[in-house]
């Protein structure tokens, strides 16, 4: 690709968080039976008035602001016209001309190297109903298709990069970063897999130092960060493939496929103009107040981005430590938690990113999903700060506890796996150890002192792990010394 330059950007569909729909009261809930959230309003009836969604219009001007956006003092709902199954009036409610906010820009990481993508605008709009098609996956091979309309309606905040983008790689770091972002300030739960979180791009290629664009395609059906990856690592290696051939590039949509990691072509790219955008005439511009963006302002907490800065700085993390417990705002809260309860946030970072994450994995659950609380996970360090427990039973407890939902202190007391720190009974242990081990006793007395990490180890084992390792070394050297 050394003789091109990829351009790519991106609109995002990101579902926001409300209990009702965009313009009427239907629950936005999903996984109902089809055809159950619905009214006269979000199925199009004649007759009916639409009422704009306030914690919508909320949501969006959160995002707006964490994306550095300029708030417009009046944005206009407009009417995308266009005629499918899936969409009952024949026309989207969106906003056109005039957006809710324009401007902003996001910081994404690529190899180290950190980039500002610019955002064009984020504004609001409504979804569509759901097609569901018999007998195969696409409409392509299906004889019929069933339309579900508990969907249509749901608010969708569109985010719109700059073509900014010159990488299938920087593509998928913006996705990332910006899910994190929005799942941090909670306005969507951000899940690519399961569609709250959709992303198109438009993506061309032009000879490098060229200043002119070339030719877009718009890619569709990216439904997961490898989906975003592959789809356009091959649109961008067809460009070449094309314009090498001596060919042209068609502007137009095309759909990537999962399977074959390919793209194959829809439609011919509509226009703006074909839609026949007008301004909703059933609904007020919108004009939010200073006053109410001030206090929208306030509920946005730390962005990841500060988090991250933070808990390298002022915790001590490495990068990809941070990074890691920035991952998920929960596992963020829950580290900041404990670290309150327990000043340690380097041994609390490991235990959270080590067997906790490792339990998580296993399980396939997050840490939201499972009766765990930090104050728990300090309870179990401070056993072990404290000689009632070794590290290594310590990973034990910590399981027991996850797995049983028991206290800790119970867990720990009902197994019998408290730290034996009782010199007589420890030494008790060592000599019947160096009763049984006269060879690397006799090893370690003429002078081969490393055995006596051998021996330490024998001294764990037969203990069960319970011997306070500290002690076991000390009362070890000393008897060897003596006999
Ligand atoms: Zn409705």
Same mark, same amino acid.
């Given at each position: 690709?050394?003789?091109?330059?990829?351009?790519?950007?991106?609109?995002?569909?990101?579902?926001?968080?409300?209990?009702?729909?965009?313009?009427?009261? $239907?629950?936005?809930?999903?996984?109902?039976?089809?055809?159950?959230?619905?009214?006269?309003?979000?199925?199009?009836?004649?007759?009916?008035? +639409?009422?704009?969604?306030?914690?919508?219009?909320?949501?969006?001007?959160?995002?707006?602001?964490?994306?550095?956006?300029?708030?417009?003092?009046?944005?206009?709902?407009?009417?995308?016209?266009?005629?499918?199954?899936?969409?009952?009036?024949?026309?989207?409610?969106?906003?056109?001309?005039?957006?809710?906010?324009?401007?902003?820009?996001?910081?994404?990481?690529?190899?180290?190297?950190?980039?500002?993508?610019?955002?064009?605008?984020?504004?609001?709009?409504?979804?569509?109903?759901?097609?569901?098609?018999?007998?195969?996956?696409?409409?392509?091979?299906?004889?019929?298709?069933?339309?579900?309309?508990?969907?249509?309606?749901?608010?969708?905040?569109?985010?719109?990069?700059? +073509?900014?983008?010159?990488?299938?790689?920087?593509?998928?770091?913006?996705?990332?970063?910006?899910?994190?972002?929005?799942?941090?300030?909670?306005? $969507?739960? !951000?899940?690519?897999?399961?569609?709250?979180?959709?992303?198109?791009?438009?993506?061309?290629?032009?000879?490098?130092?060229?200043?002119?664009?070339?030719?877009?395609?718009?890619?569709?059906?990216?439904?997961?960060?490898?989906?975003?990856?592959?789809?356009?690592?091959?649109?961008? /290696?067809?460009? !070449?493939?094309?314009?090498?051939?001596?060919?042209?590039?068609?502007?137009?949509?095309?759909?990537?496929?999962?399977?074959?990691?390919?793209?194959?072509?829809?439609?011919?790219?509509?226009?703006?103009?074909?839609?026949?955008?007008? +301004?909703?005439?059933?609904?007020?511009?919108?004009?939010?107040?200073?006053?109410?963006?001030?206090?929208?302002?306030?509920?946005?907490?730390?962005?990841?981005?500060?988090?991250?800065?933070?808990?390298?700085?002022?915790?001590?993390?490495?990068?990809?430590?941070?990074?890691?417990?920035?991952?998920?705002?929960?596992?963020?809260?829950?580290?900041?938690?404990?670290?309150?309860?327990?000043?340690?946030?380097?041994?609390?970072?490991?235990?959270?990113?080590?067997?906790?994450?490792?339990?998580?994995?296993?399980?396939? /659950?997050?840490?939201?999903?499972?009766?765990?609380?930090?104050?728990?996970?300090?309870?179990?360090?401070?056993?072990?700060?404290?000689?009632?427990?070794?590290?290594?039973?310590?990973?034990?407890?910590?399981?027991?506890?996850?797995?049983?939902?028991?206290?800790?202190?119970?867990?720990?007391?009902?197994?019998?796996?408290?730290?034996?720190?009782?010199?007589?009974?420890?030494?008790?242990?060592?000599?019947?150890?160096?009763?049984?081990?006269?060879?690397?006793?006799?090893?370690?007395?003429?002078?081969?002192?490393?055995?006596?990490?051998?021996?330490?180890?024998?001294?764990?084992? !037969?203990?069960?792990?319970?011997?306070?390792?500290?002690?076991?070394?000390?009362?070890?050297?000393?008897?060897?010394?003596?006999?």
């Amino acid at each position: 690709m050394s003789k091109y330059e990829t351009v790519i950007g991106l609109e995002i569909h990101a579902q926001l968080l409300t209990e009702s729909k965009m313009f009427c009261g $239907c629950s936005t809930k999903f996984g109902n039976k089809p055809n159950t959230n619905i009214c006269p309003v979000c199925t199009g009836q004649p007759g009916v008035l +639409p009422v704009t969604n306030k914690k919508a219009i909320e949501l969006a001007i959160k995002t707006a602001i964490a994306l550095s956006c300029k708030i417009e003092p009046s944005s206009v709902f407009a009417r995308k016209n266009y005629f499918y199954p899936d969409l009952p009036k024949a026309y989207q409610v969106s906003q056109y001309e005039l957006p809710l906010a324009t401007g902003g820009h996001i910081e994404i990481e690529v190899a180290g190297q950190k980039k500002r993508i610019g955002i064009i605008r984020v504004h609001l709009e409504e979804d569509a109903g759901k097609l569901v098609h018999q007998g195969a996956d696409r409409i392509m091979g299906s004889d019929s298709s069933l339309v579900d309309y508990n969907r249509t309606g749901v608010p969708l905040m569109e985010i719109v990069s700059e +073509p900014d983008i010159r990488s299938p790689l920087e593509a998928k770091a913006f996705m990332e970063t910006l899910q994190h972002l929005l799942q941090f300030i909670q306005v $969507c739960d !951000a899940k690519m897999e399961e569609g709250s979180l959709r992303c198109d791009a438009n993506i061309s290629i032009r000879p490098v130092g060229d200043k002119k664009l070339g030719t877009k395609t718009e890619i569709k059906n990216m439904n997961s960060f490898r989906g975003v990856l592959k789809a356009l690592g091959s649109e961008e /290696k067809r460009h !070449a493939e094309v314009k090498e051939a001596g060919g042209t590039i068609i502007q137009e949509t095309r759909y990537f496929d999962d399977t074959t990691e390919t793209t194959t072509g829809m439609r011919s790219k509509e226009s703006a103009h074909d839609y026949r955008y007008f +301004p909703e005439p059933d609904l007020v511009p919108v004009e939010p107040e200073g006053a109410w963006i001030s206090e929208i302002k306030k509920t946005i907490g730390e962005l990841p981005e500060a988090k991250k800065q933070r808990f390298e700085t002022e915790c001590g993390l490495s990068a990809a430590d941070a990074e890691l417990l920035i991952s998920s705002p929960v596992l963020a809260a829950f580290f900041e938690q404990a670290i309150k309860l327990h000043d340690k946030p380097k041994i609390v970072a490991n235990w959270i990113m080590g067997d906790l994450t490792a339990y998580l994995n296993e399980n396939k /659950k997050a840490i939201d999903e499972i009766d765990f609380t930090p104050a728990q996970l300090v309870e179990i360090l401070k056993s072990i700060d404290k000689g009632t427990i070794s590290g290594k039973i310590a990973k034990t407890v910590l399981v027991e506890v996850l797995k049983s939902g028991k206290q800790v202190k119970d867990v720990i007391a009902e197994s019998g796996m408290t730290q034996v720190s009782d010199e007589g009974e420890i030494i008790k242990i060592i000599k019947e150890v160096l009763k049984h081990n006269p060879g690397p006793v006799a090893e370690y007395k003429k002078g081969k002192k490393a055995t006596i990490g051998f021996l330490v180890g024998q001294v764990m084992k !037969a203990s069960k792990g319970r011997a306070n390792p500290g002690m076991a070394n000390k009362l070890l050297a000393k008897l060897l010394a003596e006999s």
